[in-house]
């Protein structure tokens, strides 16, 4: 979980690491659990909650059973700001690319995998790559098909290692191919340059090449490779352009209304609103080729794909995208370009009829809108301008706008980005193959530690830096601290063992094995006297399913440095499948009932 709050003293918006919290199974209905139990142990009003921002999947933004829905329950002032919208631009992305039948996406497979377990052809490459003086992008890291516009990426590095692939690939081509071929190789290596000495250089790697071993799946691979990169050229650089310029639009995420978001979201596409095909977007070099080949055979095809997969992605985004949301559109009047405007006054006062459980109640926002729009004292804003650094020079101006400041504080404040999708990345660099057996609290600590020094910008050694090493000021919160976190975290390993023991929080170990003794005591007696016991004695009598038994001269698992947790599945005890299995079926018994059947039993084992 991250939060992210606006920094009074540094001025900017800031983004901590909240909590992580360990979930075995992930519903609605858990995570609502895990999450009260959070904010209640960690003393967070629901109220302090401005909005949440999750991926828009059933468990989180159900309309009907989803965590949102839930939380909406606790905290019934909560903003709705849609989910994240790097989702919808990802699935727009993937709409657009359906209709190409997914040409290039299995390019870009093929490439990453024909070099991912081949360190000799990504070493050819790179060297051919460096004859001919182009950028070196590893295919390895190529099109993922769960992630964001990978496809983007992809496009261009392929886009600018054509001729490289073209060069690598010809020596997989068979006898009559290269024939066919040779000449267009031949304009590739006049049109970079490549003398005599890198082109025999040249032959000589191809020739390695093309007597390289492979498996009847590396063939048909490679076989696929060369027809998109030599027979079918000309489609595959029409749709790398294609993917450059159009996804790149996308990518950078701005897009201009010039309807009212009413009307673009109930319209409806028609023939007669498109661009004739001729005019269509298609990327700079397939516009180059439409204008030089209007007849050419593959052109009409791939204009009519084109058009299917513009109208395919403007219907998603219609559909997808919250055009007619108002919260979204009274947040757009914080944008300081609409100061003075009378349209962003009324929005800002819809707003606060959001948020006025979070303003002062002894303030007259009105009364601060309107002096707001007219203030000249405040600085011009220029666009490109950062603004969060301009509602920086409102908030520092004592008393003059106490609960705007307080709205847009809580308004700047709102996730935006997919910002959880980052912190995956952090995760991967903390926790590997090495120290998979982390348990939460480390894991806990250290990325609230690093995103600390991440929204600050400043390493470990620059934040807690000191003038004066030796007369400084020292810090005695944190030494304090830093002095208390061991026996803090050993207290709460042992609190979590008694628990799993039964003792409860409060039970010393003086008194747990006091406890003990006195059970092992009366178990002692009712075994003396023979008396009648129940099973129900036998279960209660020692350690719970939860419960670990530590035997004489065994470190206790307290004492280590990762906390010990029960495997509640695995308490029993396996049983030799060669051994007899001695099922008790009566709850009552007594000690010469049992011995009686024992007897039975064991002459029924020696006469076999």
């Known amino acids: 979980m991250l939060v992210r709050y606006y920094h009074d003293d540094l001025r900017k918006v800031m983004v901590e690491h909240l909590g992580s919290l360990e979930i075995l199974r992930v519903d609605a209905a858990s995570l609502e659990k895990v999450l009260c139990d959070f904010f209640v142990k960690n003393n967070i009003p629901w109220q302090n909650l401005v909005c949440l921002l999750m991926d828009s999947c059933a468990v989180m933004r159900g309309s009907k059973t989803g965590l949102e ?26 709409k657009f690319s359906e209709g190409f039948d997914g040409y290039l996406e ?32 590893s295919p390895q890291r190529g099109f993922v098909n769960h992630r964001w516009l990978s496809a983007y990426d992809a496009s261009m590095a ?71 990169l030599w027979h079918e050229e000309t489609t595959t ?42 005019d269509v977007y298609v990327g700079q070099e397939a516009d180059t080729f439409r204008s030089q080949n209007p007849k050419h055979a593959l052109l009409v095809p791939f204009l009519a794909s084109v058009r ?7 219907v998603y985004l219609q559909k997808k995208l919250p055009l007619n949301s108002p919260t979204l559109i009274a947040l757009s ?10 349209q962003a006054t009324l929005q800002l006062k819809r707003l606060s009829a959001m948020l006025n459980h979070l303003l002062p109640e002894d303030q007259d926002l009105s009364r601060e809108l309107v002096q707001f729009s007219v203030d000249l004292t405040l600085p011009r804003y220029k666009e490109g301008d950062g603004m969060v650094d301009w509602w920086g020079h409102v908030f520092h101006q004592p008393g003059k706008y106490p609960a705007l400041s307080a709205l847009a ?25 090495r120290s998979g057996n982390m348990n939460v609290e480390t894991f806990n600590a250290i990325q609230t530690a690093k995103y600390v020094l991440q929204s600050r910008g400043q390493t470990a050694v620059q934040m807690f830096e000191r003038s004066d090493v030796k007369f400084g000021e020292v810090d005695r919160i944190m030494c304090r601290n830093i002095n208390n976190a061991a026996a803090t975290y050993n207290k709460k390993l042992r609190e979590r063992q008694l628990q799993h023991r039964g003792y409860g929080h409060t039970c010393s170990a003086q008194q747990a094995k006091k406890q003990a003794a006195e059970k092992e005591k009366q178990a002692r007696l009712r075994h003396s006297s023979g008396e009648s016991f129940s099973l129900q004695d036998v279960v209660n009598d020692g350690p719970s399913p939860e419960e670990e038994v530590v035997h004489h001269k ?13 495997d509640v599945e695995a308490h029993g005890i396996a049983l030799d499948d060669d051994l007899p299995h001695i099922t008790l079926t009566s709850e009552n018994f007594s000690l010469s009932g049992l011995c009686e059947k024992l007897c039975v039993l064991l002459k029924f084992f020696t006469v076999q």
């Open 69 to 94: 829905t839930r939380i909406h329950q606790h905290c019934p002032n909560l903003l709705d700001v849609d989910g994240d919208s790097c989702h919808h631009i990802h699935n727009a992305a993937k």
């Open 106 to 137: 299995r390019l870009f497979s093929d490439l990453q995998v024909d070099h991912q377990w081949s360190p000799d052809q990504v070493m050819y490459l790179k060297e051919v790559t460096m004859i001919l003086n182009l950028p070196v992008s």
């Open 158 to 228: 392929t886009h600018a290692m054509m001729p490289a692939y073209q060069v690598l690939y010809y020596g997989f081509l068979s006898t009559a191919d290269k024939e066919l071929y040779k000449e267009p190789l031949e304009s590739i290596f006049t049109k970079h340059n490549v003398n005599q000495t890198a082109r025999a250089r040249v032959e000589v790697v191809q020739d390695k090449l093309a007597k390289k071993g492979m498996t009847p799946q590396g063939r048909e691979r490679k076989k696929r490779i060369c027809q998109k």
């Open 237 to 278: 650089v029409l749709q790398l352009s294609l993917y450059k310029g159009v996804l790149a639009i996308l990518k950078d995420y701005v897009m201009i209304f010039q309807l009212s978001p009413r009307a673009l979201r109930e319209l409806v596409l028609e023939d007669h609103m498109l661009l004739p095909s001729k």
């Open 308 to 314: 299917k997969a513009y109208i395919t992605t403007a």
């Open 333 to 342: 009047a914080l944008d300081p370009l609409l100061r003075g405007h009378s």
């Open 409 to 433: 504080k809580c308004c700047l404040s709102i996730f935006h980005g997919p910002r959880v999708e980052s912190s995956f990345s952090l995760m991967n660099e903390i926790i590997d193959q």
């Open 554 to 566: 065994q470190p206790d698992p307290g004492e280590a440095e990762e906390a010990y947790h029960s």
